[in-house]
């Protein structure tokens, strides 16, 4: 019971469930009867149990919308497209200085580890990413790396933040290095529907984006 509760509250406070995050939790899940549980909860409240990954084997668990049809959860939607939003082109900014300095050719996807140190020894041999670096503290995300004292406090600054955010988790207490979590997974899908979106929709189904609807293809 205390375990459903704690999934629970995660899922309804927006949190994304993969094993890099919260082990524990997302090998409940991973078993039918308690993923059952779950949904047979989530379904009063208009949610219901979404999932990111191969259908057999899920990357990442989060509750989406069922359908919205009370202004609560249009409301709701809504401050999340917004924040997601206000996210997608700092964090963007973010994976490409990660993997320009990082000297990789992947995208940052789940389960890759940020390199501090390596990261930090890129940033401060190439003038081009120190001026990218303090360029992520003009967004509002970052905007406390603006009182950063030199390149490395920035860093960990920005690094926080995304870990705030929840697309980075910390490889452990006494490493300085980072984990990409399950919501990486749902960036990428945010940045691929915004581009398809803004490319193919009509100038009406745009208004409705700043409006809180869903839109096929996209996953609240």
């Known amino acids: 019971m205390n375990q459903l509760r704690t ?15 919260s082990r524990e939790l997302f090998r409940c899940l991973g078993e039918p009867v308690f993923r059952a549980e779950v949904e047979a909860a989530l379904q009063p409240l208009g949610r219901t149990l979404g999932a990111l990954g ?5 990357d990442v668990f989060f509750a989406r919308y069922t359908k919205l049809d009370s202004s609560a959860d249009v409301e709701s939607a809504r401050a999340m497209l917004v924040g997601i939003r206000d996210q997608v082109r700092p964090c963007v900014e973010f994976i490409q200085l990660s993997i320009h300095a990082g000297r990789s050719d992947s995208h940052l996807e789940p389960g890759d580890e940020i390199s501090f140190s390596a990261l930090l020894e890129a940033i401060e041999e190439q003038s081009v990413y120190k001026d990218r670096l303090r360029d992520l503290a003009s967004f509002d995300m970052f905007n406390r790396a603006k009182s950063a004292k030199d390149n490395k406090d920035r860093l960990s ?10 697309y980075v988790i910390k490889r452990d207490g006494e490493s300085a290095n980072y984990i990409a979590t399950g919501k990486m ?3 990428h899908q945010v940045i691929g529907w915004i581009a398809d979106y803004y490319i193919e929709g009509s100038q009406d189904e745009q208004e409705s984006l700043v409006d809180g609807q869903t839109q096929q293809g996209m996953v609240l």
Do not use: Q, T, W
């Open 54 to 58: 191969d259908v057999s084997s899920p």
């Open 185 to 187: 997974a749902y960036l």
């Open 7 to 21: 999934c629970l509250e995660a899922l309804l406070n927006g949190e994304f469930i993969c094993v890099h995050r």
């Open 157 to 166: 600054i920005i690094l926080k933040a995304m870990a705030d955010a929840g």
